[in-house]
C-alpha cells in the first residue's frame, strides 16, 4: 500500500494550490479516501472525505467553500484544491485510507501560505 502526496508549497495569501494523492496497492476505487493537516505539536486534524460514490465531507468549516475533493478512479489519484488560502491553512497535508482496520497514510507535503 502506498499514498503519495504532492502539490504542496509556498504560496501567499489569497492563493491556491491543487494537492494531489496518488494512490496504489489496493482497489482504489472502492477506498473512501481522506485529507489531514497536522503542524508540528498539534494534534491531526481531519480536512475532507471523499467515499468510493464520489460523495463528499467536509470536516473543518474553515474549508468549506473554499476547498473541493476529487478523486480519478482512472488514475488512481485524490485531489484537494484550496483555493482563497489563509494563514492558517498552513500544515503538513496527508491523504489517509483505512484499510483493514489500520489508518494507511503517505508522507506528507507541506503547505506554507505567507506574504
Known amino acids: 500500500v502506498q499514498l503519495v502526496e504532492s502539490g504542496g508549497g509556498l504560496v501567499q495569501p489569497g492563493g491556491s494550490l491543487r494537492l494531489s494523492c496518488q494512490a496504489s496497492?489496493?482497489?482504489?476505487?472502492?477506498?473512501?479516501i481522506n485529507w489531514a493537516r497536522q503542524a508540528p505539536g498539534k494534534e491531526l486534524e481531519r480536512v475532507a472525505v471523499?467515499?468510493?460514490?464520489?460523495?463528499?465531507?467536509f470536516y473543518e468549516d474553515s474549508v468549506e467553500g473554499r476547498f473541493t475533493i476529487s478523486r480519478d478512479n482512472a488514475k488512481n489519484t485524490v485531489y484537494l484544491q484550496m483555493n482563497n488560502l489563509k494563514h492558517e491553512d498552513t500544515d503538513v497535508y496527508y491523504c489517509?485510507?483505512?484499510?483493514?482496520?489500520?489508518?494507511?497514510r503517505g508522507q506528507g507535503t507541506q503547505v506554507t501560505v505567507s506574504s
Open positions: 496497492g489496493f482497489t482504489f476505487s472502492t477506498a473512501a
Open positions: 471523499i467515499y468510493s460514490n464520489g460523495i463528499t465531507y
Open positions: 489517509r485510507t483505512l484499510l483493514g482496520g489500520s489508518m494507511k
